[in-house]
């Protein structure tokens, strides 16, 4: 069986026996891997502290016919304790990783890899808001699947904008004559931070309004919860004030 080497994003991790550990990882060219860190739980493990939740490694593993196993692991991206530190951003974390668990094979691309990386060293810093980092990486990473929703023209008929409701369930923003009845209307300021979020405009972004946020929020978790067909659990420990750890 041979070895091969890939860059990874720890996503989680259950105990093995007494002393090892399953990793689930989302590498950058070999899309999901699960594999077994013999050991790792003892204190005299080389590499253990380098397999924890949100921390970005160089693993060296064996091909193995069911579960792969880790040889070596280097550290690329230390994010874990910055990111335990802050309750705001590691409840925004986990929300990241059970996201990018949740996607299927297929899904499993560089492009979200880099996503979640970028994603989580944001939150380790303190860039932006948690709640804001967390929302524009769940807008991005539907897109990447192939949900990205629509925010100007009519998701269901592509009649041109601007429209005021959004129906996640739809795809997006609906005109007058596909809502549903009793579809929400969202304001002009929640539309555009929805916008910003899914470019990565941050300037933008932070000088949100409080309303906007909140609502936005709302949307886009609802949205990809939808999409991905279950719930996403960490979401109901994320705080709902997305100003919250803005430092």
């Known amino acids: 069986m041979p ?21 689930t990882m989302l590498s950058r060219r070999n899309g999901k891997i699960r594999a077994v860190a013999k050991g790792v739980r003892r204190t005299s493990s080389k590499f253990g502290s380098r397999l924890e939740p949100f921390m970005v490694a160089d693993v060296q593993l064996y091909q193995g016919r069911s579960l792969d196993i880790v040889q070596q692991a280097e550290s690329l991206g230390a994010y874990g304790s910055d990111i335990a530190a802050h309750y705001d951003r590691f409840t925004s974390a986990n929300a990241m990783v ?15 890899y880099l996503l979640l990386v970028g994603g989580l060293r944001a939150l380790s810093r303190g860039e932006h808001a948690p709640r804001s980092i967390l929302d ?28 005021r409701s959004f129906v996640g369930q739809m795809g997006g923003m609906i005109c007058a004559d596909c809502a549903p009845a009793g579809s929400p209307r969202i304001a002009e300021s929640t539309l555009q931070l929805l916008r910003s979020l899914l470019r990565g405009e941050w300037d933008e972004v932070d000088a949100a309004p409080h309303a906007a946020t909140a609502a936005a929020s709302g949307l886009i978790s609802a949205y990809a919860q939808f999409h991905l067909e279950r719930g996403i659990r960490s979401l109901a420990h994320v705080s709902d004030s997305p100003r919250e750890g803005n430092y």
Do not use: F
């Open 98 to 112: 059970e996201t990018a668990d949740r996607l299927n094979d297929a899904e499993a691309t560089p492009e979200q």
């Open 136 to 163: 524009s990486y769940l807008l991005r990473v539907m897109s990447l699947s192939g949900w990205a929703p629509s925010l100007s023209d009519c998701a269901r008929c592509a009649s041109p904008g601007p429209h």
């Open 3 to 23: 070895t091969y080497r890939d860059e990874a994003v720890i996503l989680r991790t259950h105990k093995l026996g007494e002393a090892d550990r399953i990793v």
